[in-house]
């Protein structure tokens, strides 16, 4: 039976039979997926500044005296991050594989700053940021692309019938999934451990790590996040009113609540952009967390099906180049970057709809947050790099199958 793995790729499509008509016979041209990476990416990145614009309107002028602080505050991270976005489609994807270990001990340094007293940003109670002048950054973004990498380059570097071994699937990738996990807790920031963790299962699933080893896996990280969620008081009530949200609807749930009377009162058209009543400090968070609610109220159930759509989209582009990706560490970087982005957007949305507890975590380049938009941004643009080096369903199986002889 042939491993996940290998199995990537294999399914080849049956010729079609020849056409004797000679313009029937030439061939369409298709648009590649890079491009239509490129354009999915640019519709959310657009739409974020729009909603962002819309939602912190109300906040930004109370706090700041203009209603556009926000708004320009992404819109420089948007052209930065468009750069780079540009810089890493241009690049060889195989670099990364040469810093992938430099790129984690720098970001698992970030992270160990960011818990220095004095020198990390507390907000709300979670050290998350590094100040530097007007500028924040969150290393744990960073974290997220170097834990990809890591992982890649250690599973591309095994046999996949080494795999088998719990050595050789424990060692080294939990250790460093541990190392990542911990310090992200120790600011904390549950949501985002709870990301990398799927990344890392995700890898190990894709890679062909067997069931007997992932199952354990699963269940203890299950068991562990659990156990987190209720040793802090504050994520316990989280836990609870999600559970249950109107059994305190002023407190714990009131979030919850507000953020589904916003889904709510924008039915099916919206009540229109910018004409949120949500936004007028109902919601916490409202541009950053839980700016899907605004989108919903004001685009109604059209708009989020739209940008659930895109994110479907990308995930769809994202398994395609994956499966024709020339090699195996090419495959796994394409499979990590799209379970990181799908599985963050999805918990995002799970939790604004009250389908899923709330864990903080943005929305890929919608939510507010430069850091977050410049960080996936440049992952898309090493897929997209990927994308652009693909090759055809049989020829890119084929070497997978002897890499991995």
Known sequence: MASRSSAIGARIAKKKPQSSSPTRA??????????LLTL??????????????????ITAFADYGSSFTFFRRQLLWAIVAFAAYLVCMRVDYHRWRGVSFVLYAISAGLLVVVLIPGVGVNVGGSARWIAFGPVSFQPSEVAKLALVLVIADVIARKEERTLRDFGHTALPVL????????????????????????????????????????????????????VAALAEDYRRDRLLAFLNPWADPLNTGYQTIQSLIALGSGGIFGVGLGASRQKWSYIPNSHTDFIFAILGEEL???GTFMVLGLFVF??????????????????????GITIWIAFQALVNMGAVTAAMPITGVPLPLVSFGGTSLLITLAALGILNNIAAQERKPRAAAKKRKDQER
């Open 314 to 335: 990308i995930a769809y582009l994202g398994i395609r180049i994956a499966k024709r990706a020339p090699d195996r560490f090419g495959m796994l970087v394409a499979s």
């Open 40 to 57: 999915a990416a640019t519709v959310l990145v657009g739409l974020g500044l729009v909603m962002i614009l819309s939602a912190s309107s």
């Open 300 to 302: 109604g159930l059209l």
């Open 175 to 226: 250790p460093g999934l541990g190392l990542m996990a911990f310090l992200v807790m120790m600011q904390p920031d549950l949501g985002t451990t709870i990301v990398l963790c799927v990344i890392a299962f995700g890898l190990l699933f894709i890679a062909g790590a067997p069931l007997r080893h992932l199952i354990p896996l699963g269940v203890g990280g299950t068991g562990l996040a659990l």
């Open 26 to 35: 030439a061939v369409r041209p298709q648009t590649s997926p890079g491009t």
